[in-house]
């Protein structure tokens, strides 16, 4: 072979071995780029543990593996009663049940109260007929309230086909959660500061057995009916505990007989901590579609004791203190998992498809989209049929508690045809929801009272659903912007979750 020759075929070599590996390296870099989760989204979200993330091969495996939508064999449930436990993202579970309930025209067991604590009406006043008002279609669906978890008045209200809900949140976060939002430390004087740590060094020296959600010695068990004197008992035995002595045996068997009974007779109990697989253990058991459980985070604030790092032997103490609450969360954590662990792989799986799909839903209905053009279309997955998110279905995701409540009195009152509570009052003359409501509805009178709940766009979507209203109107309303959702001075309104 001549020099030239040679020369020419290696640079020839040379040159096409190159070309391969750029070829090479930016096909992976591309892939690398299509298989990224999608970005952050601008919407408060609290941190919520995953606890196995997805890896990249999974993620593929069940993205091209089953594609089509194989229904469950089983239809839609509509019956239930949520046990709604203080601090403990409740709320949120709350406005999931309320968009069900009025979407599906249900009949929810509705305080007789108007006002903006009316939330805690049955909790702070017991469940008992002149508390709620009469069924609308002479039957009850849900009750979604807070109350005070009682196994037979929920049956007698419901029926035995209900399906019976709870949340429980780890212990320590509960409690910081609640000092947040109820600003324990200058209602229990605390002046140090770390008032947490200063609480926790000693907290009977400052909580003196308050009731209600203000309380700190196991809150969600008196939520889910532990009566109060077994809490006191429970406290003073451990009140008398020398340091390293173990549970007196009879406080433990106490807190075991009341784990177990709400063990038989609760259907599902939901662990904040782990919201979403919480959510889709709650879609199994109510054989609902994945777009009933989207949600938008409710009440969720950044607050500075959030990452306190807490120090082991205060965490004994506050063990001591909350002992009823750190058994059954305990429990059900460990419940919660084995049951995860029994439903594999499926499970996980379709955890992971809900909060890919959630995260697209968030980021389509956050209010920075400009003007929310345009719906998003879902594809379909083994879990979830095709469907499309309208800008009305944004609009009811961030409906605002007060205004479900004031939609559904008001639609319980016109089923039963009784006289709406017509408050003549100047505000009506000023009130635009009036002003389209007599346009449109043939009465209107409860239409001061939706006008004070819900924001004029809140109201616009109503009619829309209730076919007053047609899309083309609803979407070109000019009021459309100018009330972007609720703020979360809205949700403090009533001092509850
Ligand atoms: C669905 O369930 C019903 C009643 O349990 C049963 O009769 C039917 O065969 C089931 N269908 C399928 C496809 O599994
Ligand atoms: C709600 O249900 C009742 C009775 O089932 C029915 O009469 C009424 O028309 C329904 N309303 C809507 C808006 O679907
Ligand atoms: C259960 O119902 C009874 C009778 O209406 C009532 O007196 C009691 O307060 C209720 N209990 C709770 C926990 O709501
Ligand atoms: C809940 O249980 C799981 C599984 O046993 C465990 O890994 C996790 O640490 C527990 N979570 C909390 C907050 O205790």
Known sequence: MRPPVCLFKAILGLAVFTAVVITAVSLFTARLETSRRPVAVQVQLREIPTVRPPSREQQRVFEKDTIKFSPPNCTARTKLALTKTHKTGGTTLMQIFHRFAYLHNLSVVLPTATHPGRMNLFYLKGLTPQNYLPPQHGRYDMLIYHTKYHKDNYTKLLGKEAKFITILREPLSHLKSQFNFFNLAEKFKLTGQQPLFQFLQNPGLYDHGRTGSHGTRSPMSKDLGMPRTTLEDIGKKMETLKPGEPVKAEVLATIHSFVARISKEMDLVMITDYYDESLVMLKRLMCWELRDILYFKMLSFSYESKGDNIPPWLVEKHRKWDIVDYHLYEHFNRTFWQKAYQLGEDFRAETDNFKDIHLQVLKHCTVDNPRNKGVLVISESRWNPSFTVTYEFCTLLKYGQLCYMSLLYDRNLRSRRK????????????????????????????????????????????????????????????????????????????GSS
């Open 419 to 494: 006289p709406n509570p017509g408050l003549k009052s100047k505000l009506k003359e000023h009130s635009p929801h009036c002003a389209l409501c007599e346009r449109l509805v043939p009465d209107c009178t409860m239409c001061v009272k939706i006008s004070q709940d819900c924001t004029l766009n809140e109201y616009i979507t109503h009619l829309f659903f209730e076919k007053q209203l047609s899309h083309f109107d609803s979407s070109l309303s000019k009021n459309r912007r100018t009330i972007n959702g609720q703020s979360q001075e809205e949700f403090n309104a009533d």
